[in-house]
Structure formats: structure tokens, C-alpha cells
């Protein structure tokens, strides 16, 4: 059974940072590719980051490039997400999902979700 684990979240002020965890079981973690979504309270879930199988392509939603940066260790079984200059509307629950193959930009694309974790950046 595939189990997804985001750890990481809290509350920051704006400005500050947070690095996400995703730990991944049950599955042959270097053959998928994965990715972070987050929802916001009243909103859509929405696409943040994603990075292929090997770890050498990432992509970025626009209103994080710059800012979010999503690495994976396939020897760890764990995909991270770096958060800098955190700003208030960043606050969402933020979800690691896994997709066997290819990368994927949209919610359709992705087998395995985990519970998620929140992350509140406000004053």
C-alpha cells in the first residue's frame, strides 16, 4: 500500500522561509515523478511544483518561480519543497502527490496523495 507523508508545515511570518517533507513508501519511489499542489481556504487545489523520475526537470506554478524550489532524493524515498519569502497568500494546505512516469502539471495526472500539511504565513 502507497503511503504519502508531508511533514514541515507551521506558521511563519511573511518573509520567511519553510522546507516541506514528503516521505513515500509502498512504492519504487525513483520511478515516479512528484509533485506539490496546495488549496487555500474558499479556493481551487492548485499546482505548485513538480520534478521528474530522475530529479533533473522541475517545473514551477508562475506565482512561486523564484521563490519554491522542489528537489527529490530517490535514495530517501523523499521529495522536498523549499519555501522562501513566504507571503500571506502562500497560506493553504500543501499536498505531495506521485505520479508513476512522466512529470504532471495537473491534478488528473497523479496516482497517490497524501493527507497534506498546513502552512500559514501571516503577522
Known amino acids: 500500500q502507497v503511503h504519502l507523508v508531508e511533514s514541515g508545515g507551521g506558521l511563519v511570518q511573511p518573509g520567511g522561509s519553510l522546507r516541506l517533507s514528503c516521505a513515500a513508501s509502498?512504492?519504487?519511489?525513483?520511478?515516479?515523478?512528484m509533485g506539490w499542489f496546495r488549496q487555500g481556504p474558499g479556493k481551487e487545489r492548485e499546482f505548485v511544483a513538480a520534478?521528474?523520475?530522475?530529479?533533473?526537470?522541475?517545473y514551477y506554478g508562475d506565482s512561486v518561480k523564484g521563490r519554491f524550489t522542489i528537489s527529490k532524493d530517490n535514495a530517501k524515498n523523499t521529495v522536498y519543497l523549499q519555501m522562501n519569502s513566504l507571503k500571506p497568500e502562500d497560506t493553504a494546505v500543501y499536498y505531495c502527490?506521485?505520479?508513476?512516469?512522466?512529470?504532471?502539471?495537473?491534478?488528473?495526472?497523479?496516482?497517490?496523495w497524501g493527507q497534506g500539511t498546513q502552512v500559514t504565513a501571516s503577522s
Open positions: 502527490a506521485a505520479r508513476y512516469g512522466g512529470i504532471g502539471r495537473t491534478n488528473y495526472e497523479y496516482d497517490y
Open positions: 509502498g512504492l519504487t519511489f525513483s520511478g515516479y515523478s
Open positions: 520534478i521528474n523520475w530522475h530529479g533533473d526537470s522541475t
